[in-house]
């Protein structure tokens, strides 16, 4: 292991009395001090996470060290202060991993491993995991009302602090900065002083890189009794001339950026050149067969396939039938090409996913309109109730959820979207449609043939990119004169000994350990199931009929299609050997580590199919 160029020893303790709101010289220059230390070790250790290709979210944990350091030097003060600095954004994660370090939990050599698969650095804290973190921030919009002890999302949070008195603090950076761009022009309107000063909390805002402002600001804030809000403003990442203000900030640095800013510090470019210039991205170098060598992402060709289809109307019909939503994730679930070419039908906002699910649906109403809604799929998990709601008004929503499974997820367990079958919510008299496609011609496909079908409608992908599955003579699978059936199975290989069922990014593992079997000797077959809640009674009997049928997927094993498929051979009077392989537990953190982590491998289905042909 490395060791660590910047001396964390050089961290001074400070103890701030916050009755006394005026800063000392003394205490000035070692917070500042402070400040730069510990933003320069940041700027280091999350720069690993982009060479070695995993992300790393840098400047959210870059901006907020000078209320780190003042929170750090108030519990250094008294022991009235709760000793967690319970963290909203598990995007500020390189904060808790920094904390850990000071504190001496892990060594700071450790920090150079960020986000590395089996580094216990996932991209969000998680409990447990790494030692010295003291909570699970979980995805976005959890960690106040957790501290608050109660359920219930910010909104409900704040009201909640406010009515029970409770004595809690937000220190809150206020950069304007999202993923996918600035509040101030995506959300005109919104003022987060007003917001909370409207659910009754003491409100103080400061210039976050004003150090006596802030401190003045904190002091009053700690002084007062009940719940008050601290607003710093800033722009995100200040100093870090390449992404200092800008979207860029919001994600990791880039590795570029990060050695001009050390170098500027003053650091040797060598610590720059031996460090992260010797981090590379994890090779991958296992070779599948029966898929090709190209790959592509099926989360980026979702917007294009909808793209296709909006091309086909005029820019009027378009506005008219036609709203896609967005929750700040347009770059990352592939509506960015819809806002760019199709602005017309396009509404760009915020991370609140509740309300934007609702005004898609609401759109969708109308019996000729439809409404296209995009986000993660673990944030699948807090729509439900919508999408009930949307359900019982026969609302017409496409929805994407992409990041869908465990496959290249860095973000590690909370982001983990494995329980896409809560979207299947409805009673046995309604019928909700689940689309996994297994390539980007699949997704093509999909869209296409479901688009203006009415109804809610899911379609999911991964974060990871996927090859073209191929036929046995070498051609796509998918090409040519293929059409998407709704609710029908497709048989990849017909098989005498057993099937193995599987789907999106599964499936090409689950015919990579297919053909081995068959090159063995063991003629198993294999099934791609894209629609993963209807029964296709034709399939099931013929799969049933043989000696054993084995689920593939990577969503949870507990909720997936593999909890439900042997009960549908059951009912059918089926009664092959069953087994299923999903997601057991959590994430080890990195990129394609996570499916052999979980079992999922080629040579794991491969065992468990030799299992159950005995």
Sequence with gaps: MASFPIDLKKYKKLSLDPSKPQLTAEQRATLQQNIQLLRDVIVLFTATGAARGVSGHTGGAYDTVPEVCIALSLIEHSDKFLPILFDEAGHRVATQYLLAALDGHIPPEQLLHYREANSKLPGHPELGLTPGVKFSSGRLGHMWPHVNCKKGNDAEAARLAVAQGLNIKLLIDDNDVTIAGHPSQYLKGYDLSKTLEGHGLKVFTAQGEDIDALWGAIAAAVTHDGPVAVI???????????????????????????????????YPESVVTNILGSIKPAASPYSYIGSTKETGANRAIFGEAVNLVLDKLSKEEAAKRVMVIDSDLEGSTGLKVIHQKHPEVFVPSGIMERGNFAAAAGFGFDHDKFGVFSTFSAFLEMVISEITMARLNHCNVLC??????????????????????????????????????????????VVQRVFFERGIRFVFSTRSKVPYILKEDGTKFFDGDYKFVPGKDETIVEGTAGYVVSFGEMLYRSWDAVLQCR????????????????????????????????????????????????????????????????????????????????????????????????
């Design 400 to 445: 994407h959820f992409s990041h869908s499974g465990v496959d290249e997820m860095a973000d590690n367990t909370c982001h983990f979207g494995v329980n896409s079958f809560f979207a299947d919510n409805g009673l046995s008299d309604v019928q909700s449609w689940l689309y996994f496609p297994a390539d980007p011609l699949q997704m093509v496909a």
């Design 519 to 614: 090159q063995a000797g063991l003629n198993v077959g294999l099934i791609n199931k894209p629609t993963l809640n209807i029964v296709d009674e034709e399939t099931t009997s013929k799969i049933g009929s043989t000696g054993f049928v084995l689920v593939v997927e990577s969503l949870n094993q507990k909720t997936g299609l593999g909890s439900k498929y042997g009960t549908w051979l059951l009912e059918r009077g089926l009664t092959p050997r069953y087994g299923y392989m999903g997601t057991v537990k959590e994430g080890c953190g990195g990129l394609s580590e996570q499916i052999p982590y979980q079992g999922l491998d080629s040579q794991s289905i491969i065992a468990k199919i030799k299992k159950l042909s005995q």
């Design 232 to 266: 710093s403003k800033r722009l995100m990442a200040p100093g870090v001339a390449e992404i200092e203000g800008s979207t860029h900030g919001h994600d990791v640095i880039p590795v570029k950026a990060a050695s001009k800013y050390l170098t500027s510090r003053g």
